[in-house]
């Protein structure tokens, strides 16, 4: 319950280096308090869910790769 950091998010590259309890609502607030150009892949899910736990539960996303994990093979 304590992994809750936002460690790097990579502009260039454009990816985020999180640990498991980081929420949309904490990564949302992150990007826009560092005035960031990424976006983030919205969901169905809360804003205080794991991010991670969605992704893994195969949540489903509205960005072009809507299909999370069949977008990533």
Same mark, same amino acid.
């Given at each position: ?11 260039? =590259? ?5 640990? @498991?309890?980081?929420? @949309? ?21 809360? @804003? ?11 949540? =489903?996303? =509205? ?11």
């Amino acid at each position: 319950s304590l992994m809750k950091a936002i460690r790097l998010v990579n502009e260039e =590259f454009a990816y985020a280096l999180i640990e @498991p309890g980081v929420t @949309p609502q904490q990564l949302y607030e992150y990007l826009a308090a560092n005035a960031s150009t990424l976006m983030m892949d919205a969901s169905g899910a809360g @804003p205080h869910v794991s991010l991670i736990g969605n992704y893994l539960e195969r949540g =489903f996303g =509205f960005s072009p790769l809507a299909e999370r994990a069949e977008g990533i093979l």
